[in-house]
């Protein structure tokens, strides 16, 4: 069974300019998650969806960051304009279902911004 | 609120004995736990939820003890491959999971 794949592996980029992250989870996986882990921390849940629909983006800075999930499977996160502390490592996680499920984490993309 | 894990780090000889405590200042419903070695992604290793029971994955358990708000994970004879940071997760039903700020642990031979 394939994992939660993630593209790119790496990106640097200078600051206020903008970037995309790309997921595809595990075949069947309603849920999907992206959380920003800053180095030396645990990760930080930014948005969850359960098929195509927001179930939680508290923690999302919504005047920045923003996500989509269109037809419920891929999902791709952007952030414009980027900050010097957006620097982190962006996982992406799916689970089969929202209640009490394992989550499978993707490999990450590691984000610099200059 | 993020819960709170205790050791910070350890470091151990191969075959030693670990526990690595996760505390909430929140009723606890759910406890999963995760460990992450550098530069990877982190991995499932159990969910422990509301009863107070206890789990097991290979010679790794942990217990949930609902009343002191608190998980404890244990890592018994370990092995060089346990090495990594353990994360707990807090959460309740379909809520986002909360992660602690992790426990780095280290086997030395």
């Known amino acids: 069974e394939a994992g939660v794949a993630q593209s790119p592996r790496y990106k640097i980029i200078e600051k206020r300019q903008s970037v995309a992250f790309w997921c595809n989870p595990i075949?069947?996986?309603?849920?999907l998650y992206w959380y920003q882990q800053i180095l030396g921390q645990g990760p930080k849940l930014l948005i969850q969806f359960q098929n195509n629909g927001v179930v939680d983006d508290s923690q999302l800075p919504k005047d920045r960051f923003s996500a989509e999930r269109l037809k419920g499977v891929d999902s791709t996160l952007k952030i414009q304009p980027a900050k010097l502390e957006d620097s982190a490592v962006y996982l992406c996680?799916?689970?089969?279902?929202?209640?009490?499920?394992?989550?499978?984490f993707g490999p990450g993309t590691r984000l610099t911004v200059l | 609120q993020q819960p709170v894990q205790s050791p910070q780090a350890v470091i151990l000889r191969e075959g030693e004995d670990a526990v690595i405590n996760c505390s909430s200042s929140?009723?606890?419903?759910?406890v999963h736990w995760y460990r992450q070695k550098h530069g990877e992604a982190p991995v499932f290793l159990m969910i422990?939820?509301?009863?107070?029971e206890q789990k097991g994955h290979e010679k790794i358990s942990a217990s949930f003890n609902e009343k002191k708000q608190q998980s404890s994970l244990y890592l018994t004879a370990s092995q060089l491959s346990y090495s990594g940071t353990y994360f707990c997760g807090t959460g309740r039903g379909a809520q986002k999971l909360v992660f602690g700020q992790g426990t780095r642990l280290t086997i030395n031979p």
């Open positions: 929140k009723a606890l419903y759910s």
């Open positions: 075949s069947g996986h309603a849920t």
């Open positions: 422990l939820l509301k009863g107070g």
């Open positions: 996680a799916s689970s089969p279902g929202l209640r009490n499920n394992e989550q499978f």
